[in-house]
């Protein structure tokens, strides 16, 4: 009853950061499971598909743009872990978390450095948390196409930073992070540069 959680989303510059809780269970193998940032986008989906259908069980849960700005990114990225555990249908025994954060639990949890490479349920959660994130990206594609969502997700890439300078700042940007908040605030930024 160990449960995987790994989260995806830390970089962009835009859109909520995601989620996932595996339970695989002591029966189930996956073959191809790994890193998510390590498959092609097609892999990703085909596995996805795969986890949902054989896990013992399985969630998604995300943290907000105005959850992000207001906490820091480090502790939406543990909420929406924490919020993703508890939506488990099935109580696990020990949480492995990838990285060298974990979020606060009721059940043992335990940081795993690499985590995503080496324990099969973090990397079914990677990609889990990964092939939400991309669907919702793609969703905000259409309501922000000028920003081209679909091709670089959310990162800032430099035709991501260019859309940015051309047309602003949009609703589902992260305020707080340096890039965005140098659009909205330059004087302040001209001020914190005089003063370093």
């Avoid at 700005?69 to 508890?86: G, P, T, W």
């Avoid at 009721?106 to 990397?123: L, Y």
Wanted: aromatic content about 6%; some cysteine.
């Amino acid at each position: 009853m160990i449960c995987g959680v790994d989260e995806a989303g830390r970089g962009p510059l835009a859109g909520p950061v995601f989620a996932a809780a595996v339970i695989l269970g002591r029966d189930v193998s996956i073959a191809g499971l790994a890193d998510s940032k390590k498959l092609t986008a097609r892999k990703r989906e085909t596995l996805a598909q795969q986890i949902k259908s054989q896990a013992l069980a399985w969630a998604v849960a995300s943290a907000t743009v105005e959850e992000i700005d207001e906490f820091n990114i480090l502790r939406a990225s543990l909420l929406a872990m924490r919020r993703a555990v508890e939506a488990l249908t099935v109580e696990p025994r020990q949480v492995l978390v990838d990285g060298l954060h974990c979020p606060e639990l009721r059940w043992p949890v335990r940081a795993v450095v690499r985590g995503d490479a080496s324990v099969k349920e973090i990397s079914a959660a990677s990609i889990l948390a990964k092939v939400a994130r991309d669907a919702l990206m793609l969703e905000l594609h259409q309501r922000y196409p000028q920003y081209h969502f679909d091709l670089h997700k959310g990162y800032p890439t430099a035709a991501h930073l260019a859309a940015l300078r051309e047309y602003g700042v949009s609703a589902v940007h992260r305020r707080s992070f340096a890039p965005v908040r140098r659009l909205i605030e330059p004087a302040a930024f001209k001020l914190q540069k005089d003063y370093e």
